[in-house]
């Protein structure tokens, strides 16, 4: 039989392990978050992306048009699991209208943002971002470090990226990993329910 003290060592110990690999999981990895197009003007009414902690982050941040678009502090965001929203192209009239709502590989997200991080020889994450950018249907997740070669000299490690993640921006300024790229459902009047439906 274990004694007392042997049981709640363990005990303690087991928790311990938990509690490290609990906060790997849900780590803040961004506070600025980004929100624009690929092909001209939308408004982003209402798109949230929820992290490992179970908090939903917005990114509908209105009239917004060109990569990377509008810029928000989100505060914080750790690694994305699901997306939902609604969006609609046009500037002063709604053309079309679109949704959302879909799981992110979390896995496969996490190992390409952690990749990202330890990209660079010595750049750290004190500008690090979420990016969401529509193209009609399409809308795609972004992460980036905002690293430019032309003021931080960013230098990638030997062997940094062995799987190619690491990609350049739909802007060529800098770095980035594609975390999610789906196609929502598109309507030429507003879903009902949406935020555009005025019923």
């Avoid at 994305?80 to 046009?90: L, R, T």
């Avoid at 969401?132 to 000299?153: E, L, N």
Wanted: net charge neutral; aromatic share 14%.
């Amino acid at each position: 039989m274990a004694k007392p003290q042997a049981t709640f060592f363990l005990l303690a110990l087991m928790l311990t392990l938990a509690g490290c690999s609990s906060f790997g999981e849900t780590k803040t990895i961004a506070r600025i978050g980004n929100a624009g197009s690929l092909d001209g003007p939308y408004y982003l009414k209402r798109i949230f992306i929820q992290d490992t902690r179970g908090a939903w982050v917005n990114f509908g941040y209105g009239s917004v048009g060109g990569y990377p678009g509008a810029s928000s502090d989100i505060g914080a965001i750790s690694y994305p699991q699901f997306i939902k929203g609604f969006w609609s192209k046009g500037r002063n009239v709604d053309e079309k209208y679109f949704k959302i709502s879909a799981p992110i590989d979390l896995e496969l997200a996490k190992q390409k943002i952690d990749t990202l991080r330890d990209y660079y020889v010595d750049y750290h994450n004190y500008t690090a971002a979420m990016i969401v950018a529509v193209d009609g249907p399409r809308i795609q997740v972004f992460y980036t470090m905002h690293c430019y070669a032309k003021f931080s000299g960013c230098i990638p490690r030997e062997n940094a990226d062995p799987n190619g993640w690491v990609i350049r921006s739909p802007d060529n300024t800098t770095e980035v990993v594609l975390l999610f790229d789906g196609i929502g459902e598109s309507s030429d009047t507003p879903f009902p329910g949406s935020p555009y439906d005025r019923k």
